[in-house]
């Protein structure tokens, strides 16, 4: 069973062009994920979600 770590990045199967870092594994074995989003009215923001399943995320290779 594949496994993700703290700081992998990923993108979610309904967002695919937005990429998500793993910020926490859950006990469940979900992901908590956030991202970056362009700097709006008041500064940057951030989304994130909670309990995603692996089966919603698809992983990036990493940057060399």
């Given at each position: 069973?594949?496994?993700?770590k703290?700081?992998?990045?990923?993108t979610?199967?309904?967002?695919e062009?937005?990429?998500?870092?793993?910020?926490?594994?859950?006990?469940d074995?979900?992901?908590?994920?956030?991202?970056q989003?362009?700097?709006?009215?008041?500064?940057?923001?951030k989304?994130?979600?909670?309990n995603?399943?692996?089966?919603?995320?698809?992983?990036?290779?990493p940057v060399l």
């Amino acid at each position: 069973m594949q496994t993700l770590k703290i700081g992998q990045q990923v993108t979610l199967a309904f967002m695919e062009p937005r990429v998500f870092r793993v910020t926490a594994v859950n006990i469940d074995g979900s992901y908590s994920i956030e991202t970056q989003l362009d700097h709006l009215q008041g500064g940057p923001q951030k989304l994130s979600y909670d309990n995603v399943p692996l089966e919603m995320l698809k992983v990036l290779a990493p940057v060399l």
